[in-house]
């Protein structure tokens, strides 16, 4: 069975409701506390990243299976300026703004599959998956 | 959005228990509020209870950090107490260490923590006194 709903990402409260579904949606897939507490930190960051440096836009919640497993997927779209160099960005420690530099390359090591696809000028969409 | 976190005082100690899933915001102004008020009270010790957080992501963890500096700077010791389990681990695998903050497992630790390490800051000061009296004495 699929569940799916999306979020706006528009203001830095978005970001406490995206947490707390992304805790609901991993309640239900009962997932164990740490990967429940992985995914939904891995959710912040990028979706932080995506209100400060893309200007918003929307998350997609979606309690699902992956190879019979129950599974979280989520997916995080911006409309900003794109990343130009991914490869950089995903570098621990580099920054374009005044963060730790840890909020791409951290969510990745969170979650059980991460997609990261950009156009400059186009936004940016993370995919992210955690599963039993 | 107007809610604030408390903060405590009791004695020389000031006592934060942050009880909710804390926006961006609402972390830097517990920070600014808190440097306030360990100028304003001339606090020596503060605690912060996060036995109530379910995450710590990079944001939080960095004004925990802050807030650390600030408070040290400001000569007011620091620490964090009640980290879940769950979240210590995925802090690590995030990359965040929190260095330079110090920890106890809960709030009776903590305190125990900073009763030590405040009076022993006042003795050394205290000894530091004593010399330069010494010295005040010989010196002439």
Not at chain 1, 8 to 34: C, F, H, Y
Not at chain 1, 93 to 112: E, F, I, K, M
Not at chain 2, 85 to 114: Q, R
Request: glycine share 10%.
């Amino acid at each position: 069975m699929t569940t799916t709903e999306t979020l706006p990402l528009k203001q830095e409260t978005d970001i406490v409701t995206i947490r707390q579904r992304v805790r609901k949606a991993a309640e239900d897939a009962r997932l164990g506390l740490v990967s429940q507490t992985k995914i939904v930190t891995a959710a912040s960051e990028i979706a932080r990243n995506g209100l400060i440096y893309g200007g918003g836009g929307q998350c997609l919640i979606e309690r699902t299976q992956r190879e019979g497993r129950a599974a979280v997927r989520l997916v995080i779209i911006d409309h900003g300026p794109g990343i130009a160099n991914l490869e950089q960005a995903m570098t621990d420690g580099y920054t374009s703004g005044n963060g730790l530099g840890l909020g791409l390359s951290g969510a990745r090591r969170l979650v059980d599959a991460f997609e990261i696809a950009s156009q400059p000028g186009q936004g940016t969409s993370v995919e992210m998956w955690k599963w039993k | 959005m107007t809610a604030k976190i408390p903060i405590l005082k009791m004695g020389d100690y000031l006592l934060i228990s942050i009880q909710v899933d804390m926006h961006d915001q609402l972390a830097l102004d517990l920070q600014e509020d808190l440097t306030e008020q360990i100028v304003r009270h001339s606090a020596k010790g503060v605690l912060i209870d996060i036995s109530a957080l379910e995450i710590v992501d990079s944001f939080i963890g960095r004004t925990l950090s802050h807030i650390a500096s600030v408070a040290r700077i400001l000569d007011a010791k620091v620490i964090v107490v009640g980290m879940q389990p769950a979240v210590a681990i995925t802090l690590v695998e995030l990359g965040l260490s929190l260095d330079g903050i110090a920890t106890a497992l809960n709030v009776e630790k903590g305190m125990a923590w900073l009763q030590r390490n405040v009076n022993e800051g006042l003795r050394v000061e205290a000894e530091r006194d004593d010399d330069r009296d010494a010295a005040a004495e010989t010196g002439d």
